[in-house]
Protein backbone atom coordinates (compact mmCIF):
# COMPACT_ATOMS: atom_id res chain seq x y z
CA UNK A 1 0.00 0.00 0.00
CA UNK A 2 1.04 3.43 -0.96
CA UNK A 3 1.48 5.95 2.01
CA UNK A 4 1.69 9.21 1.18
CA UNK A 5 4.24 11.82 2.97
CA UNK A 6 3.32 13.97 4.82
CA UNK A 7 5.23 16.22 2.67
CA UNK A 8 3.23 15.36 -0.70
CA UNK A 9 0.16 17.04 0.72
CA UNK A 10 0.95 20.85 0.31
CA UNK A 11 0.56 22.78 3.41
CA UNK A 12 -1.94 25.22 1.88
CA UNK A 13 -4.24 22.02 1.51
CA UNK A 14 -4.51 20.97 4.74
CA UNK A 15 -7.69 22.22 6.69
CA UNK A 16 -6.55 24.30 9.53
CA UNK A 17 -7.72 21.72 12.29
CA UNK A 18 -9.93 25.25 13.56
CA UNK A 19 -11.91 25.00 10.74
CA UNK A 20 -12.57 21.69 10.70
CA UNK A 21 -13.61 21.17 14.00
CA UNK A 22 -15.21 24.47 13.82
CA UNK A 23 -17.18 22.73 10.55
CA UNK A 24 -17.86 19.62 12.74
CA UNK A 25 -19.29 22.06 15.68
CA UNK A 26 -21.95 23.83 13.03
CA UNK A 27 -22.83 20.63 11.48
CA UNK A 28 -23.16 19.21 15.01
CA UNK A 29 -25.37 22.36 16.00
CA UNK A 30 -27.50 22.57 12.86
CA UNK A 31 -28.55 18.76 13.15
CA UNK A 32 -29.49 19.24 16.92
CA UNK A 33 -31.26 22.23 15.96
CA UNK A 34 -33.30 20.90 13.05
CA UNK A 35 -34.39 17.98 14.78
CA UNK A 36 -35.13 19.61 18.19
CA UNK A 37 -37.84 21.79 15.48
CA UNK A 38 -39.15 18.91 14.07
CA UNK A 39 -40.05 17.44 17.70
CA UNK A 40 -41.58 20.65 18.77
CA UNK A 41 -43.68 20.86 15.59
CA UNK A 42 -45.06 17.56 16.58
CA UNK A 43 -45.71 18.49 19.99
CA UNK A 44 -47.46 21.76 18.19
CA UNK A 45 -49.70 19.82 16.06
CA UNK A 46 -50.68 17.21 18.58
CA UNK A 47 -51.35 20.23 20.60
CA UNK A 48 -52.92 22.99 18.92
CA UNK A 49 -52.92 26.73 20.44
CA UNK A 50 -56.45 27.89 21.24
CA UNK A 51 -58.10 29.61 18.38
CA UNK A 52 -59.70 33.57 18.33
CA UNK A 53 -63.12 33.04 17.59
CA UNK A 54 -64.46 35.65 15.88
CA UNK A 55 -67.32 37.71 17.11
CA UNK A 56 -70.54 36.83 17.24
CA UNK A 57 -73.75 39.04 16.42
CA UNK A 58 -74.31 41.43 18.71
CA UNK A 59 -77.88 40.98 20.10
CA UNK A 60 -80.31 43.71 20.42
CA UNK A 61 -82.57 43.95 23.21
CA UNK A 62 -81.51 41.98 25.71
CA UNK A 63 -82.87 42.16 28.83
CA UNK A 64 -80.95 42.16 32.07
CA UNK A 65 -82.86 41.12 35.19
CA UNK A 66 -83.06 43.80 37.80
CA UNK A 67 -80.49 42.80 40.64
CA UNK A 68 -83.07 41.79 43.45
CA UNK A 69 -84.84 40.29 41.32
CA UNK A 70 -81.63 38.28 39.75
CA UNK A 71 -80.29 36.83 43.25
CA UNK A 72 -83.79 35.39 44.38
CA UNK A 73 -84.51 33.77 41.35
CA UNK A 74 -81.37 32.64 40.58
CA UNK A 75 -81.09 34.30 37.24
CA UNK A 76 -78.17 35.66 37.94
CA UNK A 77 -75.04 35.06 40.24
CA UNK A 78 -72.53 36.91 41.12
CA UNK A 79 -69.48 35.41 41.07
CA UNK A 80 -66.58 35.80 38.61
CA UNK A 81 -67.76 35.45 35.09
CA UNK A 82 -64.83 32.75 33.42
CA UNK A 83 -63.63 34.65 30.52
CA UNK A 84 -64.82 34.59 26.52
CA UNK A 85 -61.64 32.88 25.06
CA UNK A 86 -61.81 29.80 28.26
CA UNK A 87 -65.79 29.43 27.29
CA UNK A 88 -64.77 29.37 23.30
CA UNK A 89 -61.79 26.87 23.69
CA UNK A 90 -62.91 24.33 26.46
CA UNK A 91 -65.93 22.56 24.85
CA UNK A 92 -67.14 18.86 25.48
CA UNK A 93 -69.18 18.54 21.82
CA UNK A 94 -68.30 15.41 20.53
CA UNK A 95 -70.27 15.74 17.56
CA UNK A 96 -66.74 17.50 16.27
CA UNK A 97 -63.71 16.36 18.79
CA UNK A 98 -63.46 14.36 21.89
CA UNK A 99 -60.80 16.78 22.59
CA UNK A 100 -62.14 19.97 24.20
CA UNK A 101 -59.53 21.93 23.16
CA UNK A 102 -59.42 21.12 19.62
CA UNK A 103 -63.66 21.80 19.20
CA UNK A 104 -63.32 25.18 18.51
CA UNK A 105 -60.87 24.87 15.72
CA UNK A 106 -63.22 22.09 14.04
CA UNK A 107 -66.38 23.83 14.21
CA UNK A 108 -65.18 27.17 13.44
CA UNK A 109 -67.11 27.04 9.53
CA UNK A 110 -70.46 25.04 11.30
CA UNK A 111 -73.24 27.17 9.11
CA UNK A 112 -76.13 27.74 11.70
CA UNK A 113 -78.34 29.06 9.04
CA UNK A 114 -81.14 28.29 7.86
CA UNK A 115 -81.86 26.29 10.78
CA UNK A 116 -85.28 25.22 12.08
CA UNK A 117 -86.62 23.34 14.97
CA UNK A 118 -89.29 20.65 14.99
CA UNK A 119 -91.51 20.83 18.09
CA UNK A 120 -93.56 17.53 18.48
CA UNK A 121 -95.48 14.33 20.14
CA UNK A 122 -98.20 15.04 22.91
CA UNK A 123 -98.95 18.61 21.97
CA UNK A 124 -102.42 20.41 21.16
CA UNK A 125 -100.04 22.73 18.35
CA UNK A 126 -96.53 21.02 16.68
CA UNK A 127 -94.76 23.27 14.61
CA UNK A 128 -91.64 23.43 12.85
CA UNK A 129 -90.26 26.41 13.58
CA UNK A 130 -87.77 28.94 11.93
CA UNK A 131 -84.70 29.17 14.22
CA UNK A 132 -85.40 33.43 14.00
CA UNK A 133 -89.16 33.30 14.53
CA UNK A 134 -88.58 30.88 17.72
CA UNK A 135 -86.38 33.39 19.00
CA UNK A 136 -89.31 35.85 18.81
CA UNK A 137 -91.17 34.31 20.99
CA UNK A 138 -89.73 36.25 23.90
CA UNK A 139 -87.62 38.91 24.86
CA UNK A 140 -83.97 37.79 25.17
CA UNK A 141 -82.67 37.96 28.81
CA UNK A 142 -79.10 37.64 30.08
CA UNK A 143 -78.51 34.80 32.36
CA UNK A 144 -75.33 34.18 34.59
CA UNK A 145 -74.85 30.77 35.64
CA UNK A 146 -72.92 28.19 37.27
CA UNK A 147 -71.56 25.06 34.68
CA UNK A 148 -71.01 22.06 36.42
CA UNK A 149 -69.00 19.62 34.22
CA UNK A 150 -69.59 15.87 35.40
CA UNK A 151 -65.85 15.88 35.00
CA UNK A 152 -65.10 18.03 37.75
CA UNK A 153 -64.41 21.01 35.99
CA UNK A 154 -66.96 24.68 36.49
CA UNK A 155 -66.95 27.84 34.52
CA UNK A 156 -69.72 30.87 35.30
CA UNK A 157 -71.06 32.09 32.15
CA UNK A 158 -73.38 34.83 30.51
CA UNK A 159 -76.09 33.46 27.98
CA UNK A 160 -78.40 34.95 26.90
CA UNK A 161 -81.49 32.74 25.94
CA UNK A 162 -85.10 32.67 27.23
CA UNK A 163 -87.39 30.08 29.34
CA UNK A 164 -88.13 26.75 27.57
CA UNK A 165 -91.70 27.04 29.44
CA UNK A 166 -92.68 30.32 26.82
CA UNK A 167 -92.00 27.75 23.79
CA UNK A 168 -93.93 25.11 25.79
CA UNK A 169 -97.03 27.13 26.18
CA UNK A 170 -97.20 28.00 22.52
CA UNK A 171 -97.34 24.14 21.47
CA UNK A 172 -99.63 23.25 24.33
CA UNK A 173 -98.34 20.14 26.03
CA UNK A 174 -101.75 17.39 26.43
CA UNK A 175 -102.69 16.03 29.55
CA UNK A 176 -100.57 12.85 28.78
CA UNK A 177 -97.06 14.53 28.28
CA UNK A 178 -94.89 14.04 31.24
CA UNK A 179 -91.35 14.27 29.62
CA UNK A 180 -89.68 16.38 27.38
CA UNK A 181 -87.27 14.63 24.92
CA UNK A 182 -84.41 17.10 22.77
CA UNK A 183 -82.22 15.96 19.65
CA UNK A 184 -79.21 17.19 18.21
CA UNK A 185 -78.92 17.80 14.53
CA UNK A 186 -77.46 14.55 12.87
CA UNK A 187 -75.15 15.72 9.57
CA UNK A 188 -71.45 13.88 9.43
CA UNK A 189 -70.92 16.46 6.60
CA UNK A 190 -71.46 19.28 9.16
CA UNK A 191 -70.17 17.37 12.36
CA UNK A 192 -67.49 15.23 11.05
CA UNK A 193 -66.94 12.84 14.54
CA UNK A 194 -70.28 12.29 14.03
CA UNK A 195 -68.91 9.86 11.16
CA UNK A 196 -66.91 8.11 14.41
CA UNK A 197 -68.43 5.53 17.01
CA UNK A 198 -67.23 7.34 19.97
CA UNK A 199 -71.37 8.11 20.75
CA UNK A 200 -74.48 6.77 19.78
CA UNK A 201 -75.52 9.50 17.41
CA UNK A 202 -77.41 11.70 17.13
CA UNK A 203 -77.44 13.09 20.91
CA UNK A 204 -80.31 12.71 22.66
CA UNK A 205 -81.11 13.96 25.98
CA UNK A 206 -84.57 14.32 28.04
CA UNK A 207 -85.93 16.07 31.07
CA UNK A 208 -89.09 16.02 33.18
CA UNK A 209 -91.87 18.12 32.16
CA UNK A 210 -91.39 19.97 35.47
CA UNK A 211 -87.95 20.41 35.30
CA UNK A 212 -88.83 21.42 31.26
CA UNK A 213 -90.99 24.21 32.81
CA UNK A 214 -89.06 25.72 35.54
CA UNK A 215 -87.97 29.37 35.10
CA UNK A 216 -84.21 28.55 35.09
CA UNK A 217 -84.25 26.30 32.66
CA UNK A 218 -83.51 28.30 29.28
CA UNK A 219 -82.87 27.56 25.54
CA UNK A 220 -79.79 29.81 25.18
CA UNK A 221 -78.76 31.17 21.39
CA UNK A 222 -76.05 33.35 22.81
CA UNK A 223 -73.42 34.52 25.53
CA UNK A 224 -71.78 37.34 26.52
CA UNK A 225 -74.66 39.39 24.38
CA UNK A 226 -73.31 37.76 21.20
CA UNK A 227 -74.60 34.82 19.01
CA UNK A 228 -73.58 31.75 20.38
CA UNK A 229 -70.72 30.62 18.90
CA UNK A 230 -70.63 26.58 16.94
CA UNK A 231 -68.47 25.13 20.05
CA UNK A 232 -70.59 26.25 22.88
CA UNK A 233 -73.71 24.23 20.99
CA UNK A 234 -74.95 26.95 18.20
CA UNK A 235 -77.62 28.29 17.23
CA UNK A 236 -79.91 26.77 19.67
CA UNK A 237 -78.55 24.87 22.93
CA UNK A 238 -80.56 23.97 26.43
CA UNK A 239 -79.05 25.20 29.47
CA UNK A 240 -79.92 23.40 33.11
CA UNK A 241 -77.86 24.89 35.34
CA UNK A 242 -78.15 22.76 38.37
CA UNK A 243 -77.61 19.72 36.39
CA UNK A 244 -74.04 18.24 34.89
CA UNK A 245 -73.44 19.80 31.66
CA UNK A 246 -73.95 16.96 29.21
CA UNK A 247 -77.70 17.70 29.95
CA UNK A 248 -77.13 21.28 28.16
CA UNK A 249 -77.83 19.03 24.61
CA UNK A 250 -76.30 21.58 21.53
CA UNK A 251 -77.31 22.29 18.27
CA UNK A 252 -80.93 21.18 18.94
CA UNK A 253 -83.24 20.20 15.66
CA UNK A 254 -86.12 18.43 17.33
CA UNK A 255 -88.33 19.12 20.79
CA UNK A 256 -90.55 16.52 21.59
CA UNK A 257 -93.18 16.07 24.29
CA UNK A 258 -94.01 12.30 25.11
CA UNK A 259 -94.92 10.30 27.95
CA UNK A 260 -92.47 8.02 29.28
CA UNK A 261 -88.98 8.64 30.19
CA UNK A 262 -87.01 9.61 27.16
CA UNK A 263 -83.02 7.72 26.49
CA UNK A 264 -80.37 10.27 26.94
CA UNK A 265 -77.00 9.57 25.15
CA UNK A 266 -75.09 9.52 28.04
CA UNK A 267 -77.13 7.23 29.84
CA UNK A 268 -77.17 4.55 27.31
CA UNK A 269 -72.88 4.89 27.10
CA UNK A 270 -72.78 4.40 30.65
CA UNK A 271 -76.28 3.38 32.75
CA UNK A 272 -74.70 2.83 35.85
CA UNK A 273 -72.39 6.55 35.62
CA UNK A 274 -74.85 8.95 33.90
CA UNK A 275 -78.11 8.88 35.35
CA UNK A 276 -81.53 10.44 33.43
CA UNK A 277 -81.51 13.29 36.18
CA UNK A 278 -78.04 14.00 36.59
CA UNK A 279 -77.90 16.50 39.35
CA UNK A 280 -74.98 18.23 40.59
CA UNK A 281 -74.79 16.58 43.66
CA UNK A 282 -71.62 16.48 45.56
CA UNK A 283 -72.89 13.73 47.64
CA UNK A 284 -73.40 11.09 45.10
CA UNK A 285 -70.15 10.02 43.27
CA UNK A 286 -69.78 9.19 39.81
CA UNK A 287 -68.29 4.95 39.98
CA UNK A 288 -64.78 6.26 38.96
CA UNK A 289 -64.53 9.68 40.52
CA UNK A 290 -65.64 12.01 43.26
CA UNK A 291 -67.78 14.85 42.81
CA UNK A 292 -67.66 16.98 45.63
CA UNK A 293 -64.57 19.33 44.48
CA UNK A 294 -64.69 20.85 41.58
CA UNK A 295 -62.07 23.07 40.03
CA UNK A 296 -63.43 26.19 38.29
CA UNK A 297 -61.88 27.13 35.39
CA UNK A 298 -59.47 30.26 35.95
CA UNK A 299 -58.98 29.53 39.20
CA UNK A 300 -55.75 27.23 40.67
CA UNK A 301 -57.41 25.90 43.93
CA UNK A 302 -60.60 23.73 44.35
CA UNK A 303 -64.04 24.46 45.31
CA UNK A 304 -66.57 22.73 47.47
CA UNK A 305 -69.33 21.85 44.55
CA UNK A 306 -72.68 23.05 46.28
CA UNK A 307 -75.95 20.67 46.13
CA UNK A 308 -77.88 21.68 42.88
CA UNK A 309 -75.31 23.54 41.54
CA UNK A 310 -75.82 26.01 44.24
CA UNK A 311 -79.66 26.26 42.85
CA UNK A 312 -81.16 24.18 45.68
CA UNK A 313 -83.20 26.64 46.87
CA UNK A 314 -85.04 27.25 43.31
CA UNK A 315 -85.00 23.74 42.53
CA UNK A 316 -85.00 21.37 45.60
CA UNK A 317 -88.68 21.44 45.75
CA UNK A 318 -88.85 19.15 42.37
CA UNK A 319 -87.16 16.17 43.75
CA UNK A 320 -88.42 16.33 47.74
CA UNK A 321 -89.46 12.71 48.98
CA UNK A 322 -86.73 11.07 46.11
CA UNK A 323 -83.89 9.01 46.29
CA UNK A 324 -80.99 11.13 45.09
CA UNK A 325 -78.72 8.18 45.08
CA UNK A 326 -81.14 6.33 43.25
CA UNK A 327 -82.54 8.41 40.94
CA UNK A 328 -78.63 10.04 40.28
CA UNK B 1 -23.68 6.49 14.73
CA UNK B 2 -20.16 6.05 16.14
CA UNK B 3 -20.11 9.17 18.47
CA UNK B 4 -22.02 8.08 21.26
CA UNK B 5 -22.03 11.50 22.94
CA UNK B 6 -23.28 13.54 20.19
CA UNK B 7 -26.08 10.95 19.31
CA UNK B 8 -26.94 10.58 23.24
CA UNK B 9 -26.82 14.77 23.58
CA UNK B 10 -29.06 14.64 20.23
CA UNK B 11 -31.54 12.09 22.24
CA UNK B 12 -31.06 14.06 25.38
CA UNK B 13 -32.08 17.64 24.16
CA UNK B 14 -35.11 15.91 21.84
CA UNK B 15 -36.57 14.48 25.07
CA UNK B 16 -36.63 17.75 26.72
CA UNK B 17 -38.11 19.72 24.20
CA UNK B 18 -42.09 18.76 24.98
CA UNK B 19 -40.73 19.79 28.92
CA UNK B 20 -39.52 23.30 27.50
CA UNK B 21 -42.59 23.90 25.13
CA UNK B 22 -44.88 23.31 28.41
CA UNK B 23 -42.82 25.58 30.68
CA UNK B 24 -42.99 28.02 27.85
CA UNK B 25 -47.08 28.14 27.28
CA UNK B 26 -47.07 28.17 30.95
CA UNK B 27 -45.31 31.50 31.52
CA UNK B 28 -47.30 32.85 28.80
CA UNK B 29 -50.94 31.38 30.13
CA UNK B 30 -51.04 29.74 26.99
CA UNK B 31 -52.16 26.05 27.90
CA UNK B 32 -55.84 26.78 27.48
CA UNK B 33 -58.60 27.05 30.03
CA UNK B 34 -57.78 24.40 32.44
CA UNK B 35 -53.77 24.79 32.53
CA UNK B 36 -53.50 22.17 35.52
CA UNK B 37 -55.15 19.44 33.60
CA UNK B 38 -53.52 20.14 30.85
CA UNK B 39 -49.85 19.51 32.47
CA UNK B 40 -51.04 16.67 34.51
CA UNK B 41 -52.47 14.83 30.67
CA UNK B 42 -49.53 15.89 28.78
CA UNK B 43 -46.67 14.83 31.71
CA UNK B 44 -48.59 11.49 31.94
CA UNK B 45 -48.88 10.93 27.87
CA UNK B 46 -44.67 11.63 28.00
CA UNK B 47 -44.09 9.23 30.39
CA UNK B 48 -46.52 6.33 28.06
CA UNK B 49 -44.42 7.62 24.96
CA UNK B 50 -41.13 7.17 26.48
CA UNK B 51 -42.49 4.18 28.17
CA UNK B 52 -43.15 2.46 24.97
CA UNK B 53 -40.26 3.67 22.99
CA UNK B 54 -38.18 2.28 25.59
CA UNK B 55 -39.44 -0.88 25.26
CA UNK B 56 -38.79 -0.76 21.43
CA UNK B 57 -35.45 -0.74 21.47
CA UNK B 58 -34.65 -4.80 22.16
CA UNK B 59 -37.66 -5.75 18.99
CA UNK B 60 -35.51 -3.13 16.79
CA UNK B 61 -32.25 -4.27 17.25
CA UNK B 62 -33.24 -8.10 16.49
CA UNK B 63 -35.65 -7.25 13.82
CA UNK B 64 -33.61 -4.38 11.92
CA UNK B 65 -29.86 -5.05 13.53
CA UNK B 66 -29.65 -2.11 14.84
CA UNK B 67 -27.74 -3.10 17.75
CA UNK B 68 -26.54 0.16 18.47
CA UNK B 69 -30.05 1.70 19.66
CA UNK B 70 -29.17 -0.24 23.10
CA UNK B 71 -26.73 2.28 23.80
CA UNK B 72 -30.04 4.88 24.25
CA UNK B 73 -32.36 2.28 26.13
CA UNK B 74 -31.21 3.35 29.80
CA UNK B 75 -31.98 7.44 28.50
CA UNK B 76 -35.22 6.89 27.46
CA UNK B 77 -36.38 4.90 30.28
CA UNK B 78 -34.77 6.93 32.65
CA UNK B 79 -37.20 10.07 30.82
CA UNK B 80 -39.81 7.76 31.11
CA UNK B 81 -39.45 7.49 34.92
CA UNK B 82 -38.56 11.43 34.69
CA UNK B 83 -42.10 12.43 32.71
CA UNK B 84 -43.54 9.81 35.35
CA UNK B 85 -42.25 11.94 38.20
CA UNK B 86 -43.81 15.03 36.86
CA UNK B 87 -46.96 13.38 36.28
CA UNK B 88 -47.07 12.03 39.83
CA UNK B 89 -45.79 15.79 41.12
CA UNK B 90 -48.26 17.82 38.94
CA UNK B 91 -51.15 15.02 40.77
CA UNK B 92 -50.32 15.41 44.28
CA UNK B 93 -50.12 19.11 43.72
CA UNK B 94 -52.62 20.33 41.56
CA UNK B 95 -55.00 17.68 42.47
CA UNK B 96 -54.62 16.95 46.03
CA UNK B 97 -52.65 19.88 47.67
CA UNK B 98 -50.11 18.04 49.11
CA UNK B 99 -52.73 16.85 51.54
CA UNK B 100 -51.70 12.74 52.37
CA UNK B 101 -55.13 12.21 53.57
CA UNK B 102 -56.54 13.13 50.72
CA UNK B 103 -54.77 11.21 48.51
CA UNK B 104 -55.18 8.35 50.69
CA UNK B 105 -58.78 8.64 50.03
CA UNK B 106 -58.88 9.45 46.52
CA UNK B 107 -56.89 5.88 45.93
CA UNK B 108 -59.29 3.87 47.87
CA UNK B 109 -62.04 6.11 45.52
CA UNK B 110 -60.97 5.71 42.24
CA UNK B 111 -59.14 2.91 41.08
CA UNK B 112 -57.46 4.67 37.99
CA UNK B 113 -55.65 6.45 40.71
CA UNK B 114 -54.34 3.29 42.31
CA UNK B 115 -53.57 1.95 39.42
CA UNK B 116 -51.16 4.65 37.94
CA UNK B 117 -49.87 4.83 41.65
CA UNK B 118 -48.70 1.48 41.31
CA UNK B 119 -46.89 1.33 38.02
CA UNK B 120 -44.95 4.63 38.60
CA UNK B 121 -43.83 2.80 42.00
CA UNK B 122 -42.80 -0.15 40.10
CA UNK B 123 -40.75 2.19 38.23
CA UNK B 124 -39.17 3.73 41.07
CA UNK B 125 -36.57 0.39 41.69
CA UNK B 126 -35.75 0.45 37.98
CA UNK B 127 -34.75 3.67 37.96
CA UNK B 128 -32.58 2.96 40.60
CA UNK B 129 -30.66 0.42 39.64
CA UNK B 130 -30.17 1.55 35.84
CA UNK B 131 -26.40 2.52 36.90
CA UNK B 132 -23.69 0.49 35.34
CA UNK B 133 -22.55 -0.17 38.72
CA UNK B 134 -25.70 -1.56 40.18
CA UNK B 135 -25.78 -3.82 36.66
CA UNK B 136 -23.08 -5.47 38.32
CA UNK B 137 -23.94 -5.55 41.78
CA UNK B 138 -27.18 -7.41 41.10
CA UNK B 139 -25.55 -9.70 38.08
CA UNK B 140 -26.87 -9.36 34.60
CA UNK B 141 -29.52 -12.38 35.18
CA UNK B 142 -30.84 -10.81 38.26
CA UNK B 143 -31.21 -7.26 36.91
CA UNK B 144 -32.48 -8.42 33.37
CA UNK B 145 -35.51 -10.04 35.48
CA UNK B 146 -35.79 -7.17 37.64
CA UNK B 147 -36.46 -4.74 34.82
CA UNK B 148 -38.73 -7.11 32.98
CA UNK B 149 -41.69 -5.75 35.60
CA UNK B 150 -41.29 -2.70 32.94
CA UNK B 151 -43.88 -4.31 30.94
CA UNK B 152 -46.18 -4.82 33.97
CA UNK B 153 -45.89 -0.57 35.21
CA UNK B 154 -47.05 -0.15 31.00
CA UNK B 155 -49.78 -1.99 31.11
CA UNK B 156 -50.26 0.03 33.94
CA UNK B 157 -50.11 3.19 33.05
CA UNK B 158 -52.27 2.14 29.82
CA UNK B 159 -54.55 0.62 31.92
CA UNK B 160 -54.92 3.83 34.14
CA UNK B 161 -55.39 5.47 30.63
CA UNK B 162 -58.02 3.49 29.77
CA UNK B 163 -59.73 3.88 33.25
CA UNK B 164 -59.97 7.55 33.22
CA UNK B 165 -61.59 8.74 29.83
CA UNK B 166 -65.03 9.18 29.48
CA UNK B 167 -65.86 7.28 26.04
CA UNK B 168 -63.27 8.10 23.71
CA UNK B 169 -60.77 4.91 24.45
CA UNK B 170 -59.40 5.02 20.63
CA UNK B 171 -55.70 6.68 22.36
CA UNK B 172 -55.58 4.05 25.15
CA UNK B 173 -56.53 1.74 23.23
CA UNK B 174 -53.93 2.13 20.52
CA UNK B 175 -51.49 2.52 23.14
CA UNK B 176 -52.54 -0.83 24.33
CA UNK B 177 -52.01 -2.24 21.01
CA UNK B 178 -48.78 -1.19 20.85
CA UNK B 179 -47.56 -2.28 24.49
CA UNK B 180 -49.73 -6.12 23.08
CA UNK B 181 -46.98 -5.97 20.20
CA UNK B 182 -43.91 -5.01 21.64
CA UNK B 183 -44.72 -7.88 24.53
CA UNK B 184 -45.81 -10.38 22.49
CA UNK B 185 -42.79 -10.26 20.41
CA UNK B 186 -40.93 -10.79 23.53
CA UNK B 187 -42.56 -13.61 25.08
CA UNK B 188 -42.90 -15.56 21.11
CA UNK B 189 -38.86 -15.25 21.15
CA UNK B 190 -38.62 -16.09 24.86
CA UNK B 191 -40.46 -19.46 23.92
CA UNK B 192 -38.75 -20.19 20.72
CA UNK B 193 -35.93 -22.66 21.25
CA UNK B 194 -32.64 -21.21 20.65
CA UNK B 195 -31.47 -22.52 17.41
CA UNK B 196 -29.63 -26.33 17.12
CA UNK B 197 -26.13 -24.95 17.64
CA UNK B 198 -25.09 -28.12 15.37
CA UNK B 199 -26.10 -26.45 12.81
CA UNK B 200 -24.32 -23.46 11.14
CA UNK B 201 -26.25 -20.80 12.04
CA UNK B 202 -26.81 -18.74 8.86
CA UNK B 203 -24.80 -15.75 10.02
CA UNK B 204 -21.72 -17.75 9.81
CA UNK B 205 -21.98 -18.50 6.31
CA UNK B 206 -20.04 -15.42 4.17
CA UNK B 207 -22.86 -13.48 2.23
CA UNK B 208 -21.85 -14.39 -1.27
Redesign the interface.
Known amino acids: MLIKKADDVKSSEITDQNIYLNRRLFMRGAVLAATSVATAAVYRALNPPPVQTRPGVKLADVVKPAPQEAANTGFTINEKQTSFEDITNYNNFYEFSTDKGSVAAKAQGFITRPWSVTVEGLVNKPKTYDLDDLLKLAPQEERVYRMRCVEGWSMVIPWVGFPLKKLLDQVEPNSQARYVAFETLYDPKRMPNQRTGVLGWPYVEGLRLDEAMHPLTILASGLYGESLPPQDGAPLRLVVPWKYGFKGIKSIVKIKLVEGEPPTTWNREGPSEYGFYSNVNPQVNHPRWSQARERRIGEFGMRETLMFNGYADQVGHLYEGMDLRRYF | MKDTT?SK??IF??SL??LV?LGWDAAHH?L???P???ITR?TGMLTLIFLLLSLCITPLRKLMGWNWLIKFRRMVGLYAFFYGSLHFIAYIW?DR?FNLKSTAA?IL????IAVGMVSFFILIPLALTSTNKMIKRLGGKRWNRLHKTVYVAGAGGVLHYY??V???T?IPLAFAFALALLLGYRMAKAYTPPPNPKTPSRTLIPPR
Not at chain 2, 109 to 112: D, G, I, K, L
Request: proline share 7%; net charge positive.
Open positions: FALVNVPLRGANLEFTFFDQRPFMLKSDR
